[in-house]
C-alpha cells in the first residue's frame, strides 16, 4: 500500500501547481541530482522576434510571406512566431505538400512554388548553399525552388526568474544542470552562460538528445537520478527517457503534458526545485 505521506505530497505539491503523477516519482524526485533543459519554450519563451532579413533578389515581404506560409501548418514555436512577424490572414489554401523535418524546418509549397525554410541541415538536405550570416541569433534559411533567396534572422528571450530557478537547484542540492537544443551553438552558448547552467549541448536532432540524456544518465551515480524539463515539441521521447521527465504545462503541448511524470501547471521554473524540497520531506516522513 502507498504511505499515507505520499498523498500528503502530492497533494502539497499540486497546492504549488506541480502535478506528480504518481508516488514514484516523488522518490525519484527526491534524489534528483542532474537536471536537464530543452532550450526552446522551456528556458525561452518561445516567442521569437526578427533581428534582420537578408534578401537576394526578392522583396524582404515576399520572403517573409513565402516563410510564415510555408510554416502555417506548424505549430513550433519559430512557425508562430513567423507567421506573428508576417502579420496578415494566412490562406492555407495556397499552401500544399507540406513536409515538417524536425529539428531542420519546413518544406512546402506556396502557390505552387516549392519553398523550405530551416537551418544549415535544412539546407544541405535540400543540396542549397546559404551564405554565411555573421548575425548571431537562429537563422532561419530560405530556399524557392532550390535556390537560396536569403534568411531570417530571429531571437527569443529567455524566461523570467530563471537564473533563480537555477540557482534554486544548486542550493537544492543539483549537482549539474545541462541544456541541450537544436539550435544554433552561439545562441546555446549566449542562454546557458547567463543562466550559468554548467554544460551545454547544441545542433541536436531530437534523436541526439535522447542519445546525450543516456550518456548522462551512465555518467551520473548510480542511486542519482535526471530529470528532463522540456515543452514536448521535439523532446516528448526525451520526458520519457530521462528518470524523470518534467513538462511546462501551459505552454507546452499535449505530447508534453502526456509524455511527462511531473507537469509544471504554470510553467513556473522555480517550481522544479519546490517541487524536490517537497519531495524529499515527504519521503523523510516515508522512512
Ligand atoms: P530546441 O532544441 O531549441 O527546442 P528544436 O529541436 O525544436 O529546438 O529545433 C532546432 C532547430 O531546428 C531550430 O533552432 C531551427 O533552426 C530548426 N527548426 C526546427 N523547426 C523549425 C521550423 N518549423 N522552421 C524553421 N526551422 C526550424
Ligand atoms: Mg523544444
Known sequence: SIPLSFFAGIGGASKAGVLVKGSNYLEILSQTKYVVFDKTGTLTQGVFEVNGIHHNEMEKEKLIEYAALAESASSHPISKSLQRAYGKQIDRSRVTDIQEISGNGVIAKVDGVEVAAGNDKLM??????????HQVGTIIHLAINGKYAGHIVISDIVKPHLKEAIAALKRAGIEKTVMLTGDAKKVAEQVAESLEIDQV?????????VSKVEELLKMKGAKDKLAFVGDGINDAPVLSRADIGIAM??????????????VLMDDDPMK???????????????Y
Not at 544541405?124 to 550570416?133: G, L
Open 201 to 209: 549541448y547544441s545542433e541536436l536532432l531530437p534523436a541526439d538528445k
Open 272 to 286: 522544479i526545485a519546490t517541487a524536490i524540497k517537497i519531495s524529499r520531506k515527504c519521503l523523510k516522513i516515508v
Open 124 to 133: 544541405k538536405h535540400i543540396h542549397v548553399k546559404p551564405i554565411n550570416c
Open 249 to 262: 504545462g501551459a505552454m507546452g503541448s499535449d505530447a508534453a503534458i502526456e509524455a511527462a511524470d511531473v
